[in-house]
């Protein structure tokens, strides 16, 4: 075995301590952190001490742990409105890159990332760790069976997303604040948005969006608790469709794709939402009849976000060592912002929208915070001020 990537880890919040520093410390042969950053004293000192690294590689300022020499991966795990220079930093100083999702909280943010990792020939991949889900890999199996059919449409219902806060000693309702954020449940959960698309098996080109806020003003913020997207991909002279439905609350969750030759749908217990809810099965029908797929049922959530974290974490390591391409590229991490994005661009002018811009340039961008400026209709969540109406700043809060 070569020596472990020596590993910058920063932001240390829960994800970072949760999911990913476990991940590195049980697999020494493949990872060494060597050093961690974040402003905040207590997430600090607690990874630090996780790590069990001398005080000295403990760094309130990211950028020294990013340009210490001895570093190979920079690991970015800080909310996503904090992400465009380190990630540009990194770049330039020839480090690799795992970064957690989104990639940015406005577009023209994580465009820059992008385009500074392509210059600087750096491996940016982006933690998509819901494609490693072990229902998902079931179900790309199955499709690219040939057993489905050519697939038509695919359901991701995610409509009882639990609303979890972020660490104490930061700020836990960081992703309530639209400036920071970028959006609300949507931006939160955008993995269903490339887990849509991977299902359909065709880029995203436009969208319909809809999307509210439930409780405006609850947390004195307005983004949004529900959204839904109707997801467009062309191919050839049809068009396929994925719908993405995203809630904070209670409602149900599971997945449907219908082929031209039969459906498949995964199941979660209760109905209820994944990833909290543990899987209950797959079903595939044809007119052959129904069968089941061979899929580990009833994993709790932190046995099987773990699993699914080691193989995501995994997969950008070894493009890093092998000079591969990671299952999400900061590209691939680009366009599904932008879908994102351009669902909130659609649901304020309330028309279906193109994706490449975001829908409109200035959302391209200026994020959300540029949507109160569109031209909007007169029942426009946005014009009713119920959604991301009250946006502070234009853009990303460096
Ligand atoms: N892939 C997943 O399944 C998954 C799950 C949870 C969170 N996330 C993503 O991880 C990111 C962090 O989420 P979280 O829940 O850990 O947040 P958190 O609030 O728990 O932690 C954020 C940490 O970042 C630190 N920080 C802020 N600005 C910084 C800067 N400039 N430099 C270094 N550190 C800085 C804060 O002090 C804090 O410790 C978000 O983008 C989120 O979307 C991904």
């Known amino acids: 075995m070569t020596q472990p990537l020596r590993v910058a880890l920063i932001g240390c919040g829960n994800i970072a301590l949760n999911m990913h520093l476990p991940v590195f410390l049980a697999d020494p042969e493949r990872y060494q ?4 950053a974040d402003p905040t004293a207590s997430r600090l000192r607690a990874a630090r001490e996780m790590v069990t690294l001398d005080p000295v590689r403990a760094y309130t300022d990211p950028l020294e742990a990013i340009r210490s020499p001895d570093v190979d991966v920079v690991d970015i795990c800080t909310p ?5 220079d380190l990630l540009v930093a ?23 990332a992008v385009k500074a990792a392509e210059a600087a020939g750096v491996v940016l991949g982006v933690v998509h760790n819901y494609l490693f889900l072990p229902e998902f890999i079931a179900a790309r199996r199955i499709i690219a069976s040939g057993e489905l059919g050519a697939i038509r449409t695919v359901t991701v219902n995610y409509l009882g997303v639990l609303d979890l806060p972020g660490a104490g000693g930061y700020r836990p309702l960081w992703r309530h ?37 439930d409780l405006p003003g609850a947390w004195g913020d307005g983004v949004e608790t529900l959204a839904l997207a ?25 997945v449907q794709v219908t082929g031209t030759e039969g459906r498949l749908v995964i199941h979660y217990v209760d109905d209820s939402t994944p990833p909290w809810a543990p899987l209950a099965g797959i079903t595939v ?8 797929a061979d899929v580990p049922v009833g994993v709790e959530l932190p046995a099987k976000m773990s ?30 912002l932008a879908c994102t994005m351009a669902t909130y661009t659609s649901a304020a002018l309330g028309r279906t929208v193109s ?19 569109l031209e909007l209709p007169e029942f426009s969540p946005v014009a009713r001020g119920r959604l991301f109406a009250r946006v502070p700043q234009a853009g990303n809060g460096r």
């Open 90 to 112: 990194a770049a330039e100083a020839g480090k690799h890159i795992i970064c957690e999702k989104p990639l940015a909280s406005v577009p023209a943010d994580a465009e820059a």
């Open 307 to 336: 699993a699914a974290m080691t193989l995501a974490l995994a997969d950008i390591a070894d493009a890093v060592r092998t000079g591969g391409r990671p299952a999400a590229t900061g590209r691939d991490a680009l366009h599904t």
């Open 177 to 213: 604040d639209p400036a920071a954020a970028g959006g609300g449940v949507l931006m939160d959960m955008l993995h269903a948005v490339y887990l849509a698309e991977q299902l359909l098996g065709a880029p995203f080109v436009r969208v319909s969006g809809f999307a509210d806020a």
């Open 230 to 254: 109707r997801f467009e991909a062309d191919q050839g002279d049809r068009t396929s469709v994925a719908m993405v439905n995203m809630a904070w609350g209670h409602g149900p969750g599971g």
């Open 285 to 292: 029908t044809t007119v052959e009849g129904t069968h089941s």
């Open 355 to 373: 994706i490449e811009d975001a829908g409109a340039p200035g959302v391209w961008t200026a994020g959300v915070s540029a949507l109160a400026g």
């Open 33 to 36: 952190v060597v050093a961690v």
């Open 80 to 84: 996503q409105n904090r992400r465009r």
